[in-house]
């Protein structure tokens, strides 16, 4: 079955930790995002990536690190830099083809500790 | 940067009715996209409509799409209680969607 798996469901995270988000495609999609979303609110965008070994900033990138190694996985690292980093993380991915939609993950709930 | 605007923020309707949902935006598009969020769940894509179009149909919804206005809207026919969810709209430019707020939609039995 295709799709995206995102890894933890939950997590949580100590002052002064980096935490690395997992998220995985098998659907052979090229570019992939990740995207930040607060309680009663829609996306905002982190990072994305169109292809291996390259990635954009988005329009929340401060406190956020990604890396694209291969085409089906695209960690996202939350950094001790991110002062407020409670929220809900969902990561996505698309062929390039602009008119084609983005697939979504189930995803990650962060947590301060 | 928030590029669309969902109008209502929040809409209950009896199981039955329709439910009309809409969406503002500020910048040429390439495309309109709405999305369906259950809760504590990823986003469902929905259906997507190109600049160029004005309408389009998928089973119980119904988009329509005017640039001119900057304006789309989402229907859907006949509700049901498990239409209850968060519905957003994203609007395509270059090589990524900006999200809306959306609307939360609750459809009592």
């Known amino acids: 079955d295709g799709g995206i798996t995102q890894s933890p469901k939950y997590l949580f995270r100590k002052e002064g930790q980096n935490v690395t988000l997992s998220c995985e495609q098998n659907l052979n999609h090229d570019a992939m995002y990740w995207y930040r979303q607060d309680p009663g609110q829609g996306l905002r965008l982190i990072y994305y990536s169109q292809i291996v070994n390259d990635f954009q900033k988005g329009d929340i990138a401060e406190g956020y690190s990604v890396s694209r190694e291969k085409k089906e996985s695209f960690p996202l690292t939350v950094t001790s830099a991110q002062k407020n980093p409670t929220a809900f993380y969902l990561c996505?991915?698309?062929?390039?083809?602009?008119?084609?939609?983005?697939?979504f993950g189930d995803g990650t709930r962060l947590s301060i500790l | 940067s928030q590029q669309g605007e969902e109008d209502p923020q929040a809409l209950s309707i009896q199981e039955g009715e329709n439910a009309t949902m809409n969406c503002s935006y500020k910048?040429?598009?390439?495309?309109l996209q709405w999305y369906r969020q259950n809760s504590g769940r990823g986003l469902v894509h929905l259906i997507l409509?190109?600049?160029?179009?004005r309408e389009k149909h998928s089973g119980r919804l119904r988009v329509t799409l005017d640039t001119s206005k900057k304006s789309s809207s989402l229907l859907i026919t006949a509700s049901r209680a498990a239409d209850t969810a968060s519905y957003f709209c994203?609007?395509?430019?270059?090589?990524?969607?900006?999200f809306g707020e959306g609307t939360q939609l609750t459809v009592n039995p």
């Open positions: 910048t040429s598009i390439n495309n």
């Open positions: 409509i190109r600049s160029n179009e």
């Open positions: 994203a609007t395509s430019t270059s090589s990524r969607l900006t």
């Open positions: 996505a991915s698309s062929l390039l083809d602009r008119n084609q939609p983005q697939h």
